[in-house]
């Protein structure tokens, strides 16, 4: 697919990452081998381009007991420097 928005000009420059807890739907339980009402991840991604239009859309829902978030954190032209111990960065 970024071979696709590339090939228009395309270039996804940011997004927009929601994480909540919910139990799990009956409908999609079967679909994580999960007992109904077992605790899942909602994950919604929106991606925008250069431009700031949206490009790009994901909705997934994770097994709660198989996932691992991973981010870094920065500071970008204009904004404040990372405060000391903030956000459990050990500075």
């Known amino acids: 697919m970024y071979t696709e928005l590339a090939?228009?000009?395309i270039v996804p420059t940011?997004?927009?990452y929601t994480v909540h807890s919910s139990l799990v739907p009956p409908d999609e339980a079967?679909?994580?081998d999960l007992d109904e009402g077992a605790p899942v991840l909602h994950i919604e991604q929106l991606t925008y381009d250069q431009y700031g239009r949206p490009c790009e859309y994901n909705r997934?829902?994770?097994r709660a007991d198989r996932y691992r978030?991973?981010?870094t954190l920065t500071a970008g032209p204009g904004t404040n420097p990372p405060v000391p111990g903030a956000?459990?960065?050990g500075f």
């Open 7 to 9: 090939a228009r000009g």
């Open 14 to 16: 940011r997004a927009r």
């Open 30 to 32: 079967p679909l994580l």
């Open 60 to 62: 997934v829902v994770y």
């Open 69 to 71: 978030f991973h981010a």
């Open 87 to 89: 956000l459990g960065t």
